[in-house]
């Protein structure tokens, strides 16, 4: 049951209560005055009574996980790579005089992503991915002002296994690690290829 179910079921539970009506004497409660008590007619209330909340305690239902299908959005901010322009290191709109500021997107014939890139003041600014023909994803970088930024850099083999990871700290590359193809450790950036 959600949430709003509850919260409406709650509030008749208050209103109305459960059905059940009981007579209240006036021994029981002095504030009460009855009627004759032989016939069917209605207790009085010498003063209101506020009816007592007790707590509810929400039943929560098993939740099954639903499978969605992947749902890829574009900001207002995303251009096609074939509306950018590069001019004096720069990338701009085509036809603009302020370099761009947002994502980039270059796609293949098959309509599989090629590339996302973003930028601020027409330099690489953030995350860069780039993607084989078949979709999987091939690298993945970050950028600051333009220059390589601190972090870990990954590239991926076609079959989806990691290829690469560097780690950059203060712009300097501090460790590389390789893999070829089937996930097996290797000493060079040559042997990955392999």
Same mark, same amino acid.
């Given at each position: 049951?959600?949430?709003?179910?509850?919260?409406?079921?709650?509030?008749?539970?208050?209103?109305?209560?459960?059905?059940?009506?009981?007579?209240?004497?006036?021994?029981?409660?002095?504030?009460?005055?009855?009627?004759?008590?032989?016939?069917?007619?209605? #207790?009085?209330?010498? $003063? =209101? *009574? !506020? +009816? @007592? /909340? &007790? %707590?509810? #305690?929400?039943?929560? $239902? =098993? *939740? !099954? +996980? @639903? /499978? &969605? %299908?992947?749902?890829?959005?574009?900001?207002?901010? !995303?251009?096609?790579?074939?509306?950018?322009?590069?001019?004096?290191?720069?990338?701009?709109?085509?036809?603009?005089?302020?370099?761009?500021?947002?994502?980039?997107?270059?796609?293949?014939?098959?309509?599989?992503?090629?590339?996302?890139?973003?930028?601020?003041?027409?330099?690489?600014?953030?995350?860069?991915?780039?993607?084989?023909?078949?979709?999987?994803?091939?690298?993945?970088?970050?950028?600051?002002?333009?220059?390589?930024?601190?972090?870990?850099?990954?590239?991926?083999?076609?079959?989806?296994?990691?290829?690469?990871?560097?780690?950059?700290?203060?712009?300097?590359?501090?460790?590389?690690?390789?893999?070829?193809?089937?996930?097996?450790?290797?000493?060079?950036?040559?042997?990955?290829?392999?």
């Amino acid at each position: 049951m959600n949430k709003i179910s509850l919260l409406i079921l709650l509030a008749l539970f208050v209103n109305f209560g459960c059905g059940k009506k009981e007579k209240v004497s006036s021994e029981q409660n002095p504030r009460v005055t009855q009627n004759d008590s032989s016939s069917n007619e209605a #207790t009085e209330l010498k $003063e =209101p *009574v !506020t +009816p @007592v /909340e &007790e %707590p509810v #305690t929400p039943v929560e $239902e =098993p *939740v !099954t +996980p @639903v /499978e &969605e %299908p992947l749902k890829i959005t574009v900001d207002l901010d !995303t251009v096609d790579f074939a509306e950018v322009e590069v001019r004096d290191g720069l990338q701009y709109i085509k036809g603009s005089s302020d370099p761009y500021t947002g994502k980039v997107l270059k796609s293949f014939d098959n309509g599989n992503w090629q590339m996302e890139l973003d930028l601020k003041d027409g330099m690489p600014d953030g995350k860069i991915v780039t993607y084989y023909k078949s979709g999987q994803k091939k690298e993945e970088s970050y950028f600051k002002e333009g220059k390589p930024a601190d972090g870990e850099w990954l590239g991926w083999h076609e079959n989806g296994e990691l290829k690469i990871e560097i780690i950059i700290e203060n712009g300097e590359t501090i460790s590389e690690k390789y893999w070829n193809n089937e996930g097996q450790s290797v000493d060079s950036r040559a042997e990955s290829e392999k």
